[in-house]
Structure formats: C-alpha cells, structure tokens
C-alpha cells in the first residue's frame, strides 16, 4: 500500500467516524412550535437606502403548527396604530441542521404590502434580511416570551 493510499483510507474513516446524525425531524419541528407559540420578536430593524436602526420592533406570534411538508400556519396579531388584528399567515420554514429559517418570498399581505424575507431563530434570538416593494434592509433582535 502506498503512502497516498494509506494516507487517503485514514481520512475516509476519520471523516465517517465525525459525521454528525441527521436532525431528528419531529424533536426540531417540536422545539420550533414549543419556541415560538406565545412568542413575541423584538428588535429593531435597517434600511439599505437610510443610516441608522429603526425600532422597537415587536412581531407578536401567539401560535404555530405544521399543516404540512416545509408549511407551517403562523397564527400573529399585528398592531397599526389603535387597531390591533389577528393575521394568520401560512410561511415556510427550511431547516439548517437544527436550525429554523422562515422563508416567504413576494407575500402579499392585505393591507400591509407585498414582502420577501428570510429569518432564522436560534436560541432566544433571530436576524435576517427583508424587502417591500421599494426597500428592504436587515432585521434582529431577541425572541421573547411573555409570563
């Protein structure tokens, strides 16, 4: 055997021997519902064509679940002014590994516009990136559950 070859099996069986188990579907999708049912977002957000942060920002969700495949119904209130509605909203959420990542791409919400976002949560936090019609910019902040 030459060196190359013993050298090439030594890094095929380390690597084999470090690779991480897949994600455990129901136990990651269990912890999402558990983390953001009840769940409210604040933080602040950016734009790209103006300096500075704007916010608070809150994003209050009171409830999720999976009604099938990537699909999941986030059940959120949103507040305009003294007007404070409910607005169910049916997103998809990817996983990175373990790791949530809400996804809507050219969502038109009534009244409120058309948007495209992609926001990953992890622990008590989450951050991502956003655009509307005519701007866009960056959003985090920390996951905040009310007692």
Request: glycine content about 10%; hydrophobic content about 35%.
């Amino acid at each position: 055997m030459t060196r190359v070859s013993a050298l090439l099996i030594t890094i095929l069986a380390s690597t084999a021997c470090s690779r991480t188990q897949p994600p455990d579907v129901a136990q990651n999708e269990k912890k999402f519902q558990e983390m953001m049912t009840g769940a409210t977002l604040v933080g602040t957000s950016t734009r790209l064509n103006k300096e500075g942060t704007f916010g608070p920002e809150r994003y209050t969700i009171e409830k999720v679940s999976k009604i099938s495949g990537d699909t999941w119904l986030f059940q959120t209130r949103m507040k305009f002014g003294s007007h404070d509605l409910p607005l169910p909203l049916p997103l998809t959420v990817k996983w990175a590994g373990d790791t949530p990542v809400i996804t809507l791409t050219d969502l038109a919400i009534p009244g409120v516009g058309t948007f495209t976002a992609r926001v990953l949560l992890y622990g008590n936090q989450y951050a991502g990136t956003w655009s509307g019609k005519s701007e866009g910019g960056q959003l985090f902040g920390k996951i905040v559950h009310e007692k």
